[in-house]
């Protein structure tokens, strides 16, 4: 194909400009499209896809499907909990007026008072069991391990209170068993 000539192409100057404008559209829906991949679904490993505020709030859908997975999801959040104090990241996997949040919120005040956190942990369920089951609540009995670097691993028995309301697991209450 020929070439048009030189006077009926546009000069460099304006290819360069419309060359750095269609990058910098196309770098901005990169960045929203980054910023916003996670809206409107629970997440399990991150930020909070609710925040519970009070006793009527309920947890994600998507998060708390299943019991187990509402442990897991909550131990994992749990890890940088502990370092950081962030309740927001807490909400999608507890029921505000239960009373492992009245804990946590008092965690919480103890975790933003600290100078250096550390790294956050590492966390892990092992052997979870339902142990007793009815319609609307689950307890479940897990091995949960916290770990991080520089410490020593610790292994804990919980049993785990669920609840469920508007088909929503999320957690009342943890107590440690021998």
Known sequence: MDEPPPSARPPASWRRWSGLIVVGVLAIILIWL???R???RGSATG???STATNGSDAPASEASADPVVVIEGAL???GQFAIDGDLDRM???FWADGPQWANLENDAADILVR???GPSYLTSVVDANVVDATDGQQTVVAGVTFGRTGESTQTLRWRISLHRRDGRWAIWSITTTP
């Open 38 to 40: 996670d809206a409107g």
């Open 76 to 78: 994992q959040a749990w």
């Open 47 to 49: 930020g909070p896809a």
């Open 115 to 117: 100078s250096d956190p």
């Open 91 to 93: 909400a999608p996997f």
């Open 34 to 36: 980054n910023t916003h």
